[in-house]
């Protein structure tokens, strides 16, 4: 079974979101919006395929990290959720919440072995 298939998003903490948005924008050429951009491209094995990563700027008293410490989250695309997740228990990893399903994908939280809060997303 695969596991990981790539990276979905990046997402930080800081003191302004908003400026920091304008500032990638002014600065790197990112095009954002409030919530930051999403950058999107083809599958090397299927170029008919689009995919897409997400690059996302949280302030820093969101809550949206927790039970996490770290300033910031990593978001990796993966092929079967559900599998994944019941592979994940038998080994004892911390599941932070339920799979949850949206019109674009199903997420769901756990953390690495140094509280690292990750997101793992099977887009739609």
Same mark, same amino acid.
């Given at each position: ?59 820093? +008293? ?7 410490? /770290?300033?910031?989250? !990593?978001?990796?695309?993966?092929? &079967? *959720?559900?599998? @994944? ?11 932070? +919440? ?7 994908? /199903?997420?769901?939280? !756990?953390?690495?072995?140094?509280? &690292? *809060?990750?997101? @793992?997303?099977?887009?739609?």
């Amino acid at each position: 079974m695969k596991k990981v298939t790539g990276m979905g998003g990046v997402f930080f903490k800081c003191d302004d979101p908003q400026s920091m948005n304008k500032w990638y924008a002014k600065k790197l050429g990112m095009t954002t919006n409030e919530y930051g951009t999403t950058f999107e491209w083809r599958h090397a094995d299927d170029p008919s395929i689009k995919g897409s990563t997400a690059w996302c700027t949280f302030p820093q +008293d969101t809550k949206y990290f927790n039970p996490s410490t /770290k300033p910031f989250m !990593i978001n990796y695309r993966v092929d &079967n *959720i559900v599998a @994944l997740v019941n592979e994940l228990k038998k080994d004892d990893v911390t599941i932070i +919440d339920e799979i949850v399903e949206y019109d674009y994908g /199903k997420f769901i939280h !756990i953390l690495d072995p140094e509280g &690292n *809060i990750i997101e @793992l997303w099977e887009p739609s």
